[in-house]
């Protein structure tokens, strides 16, 4: 089964990719995502753990945050994309 913090990572990157993909509300996307997990890797389960909820939170958040730069950081290192 996968560990929580590997579920939390997860979790976040389904959640970015949605809400970049479409008009989704970042926190019903995550509180679905957390809730009922569909992933290529059969071992996906349900974010039941509060730490593990709050740290796939904390990083679909700080993305938000610092999306400015961390596309300035993409662009500089991955300039063809």
């Known amino acids: 089964m996968a560990t929580r913090r590997r579920q939390a990572r997860i979790t976040a990157l389904q959640t970015r990719y949605e809400v970049d ?3 989704h509300p970042v926190d019903d996307v995550l509180r679905r995502n957390r809730d009922e997990p569909t992933s290529e890797n059969h071992d996906a389960t349900a974010l ?3 730490s593990g909820r709050e740290f796939a939170r904390s ?3 700080g ?3 610092h999306t400015a730069e961390l596309d300035a950081l993409i662009e500089k290192s ?3 994309w």
């Open 21 to 23: 993909s479409t008009d």
């Open 48 to 50: 039941s753990d509060p």
């Open 59 to 61: 990083l679909v958040t």
């Open 63 to 65: 993305v938000l945050q």
């Open 78 to 80: 991955a300039p063809n």
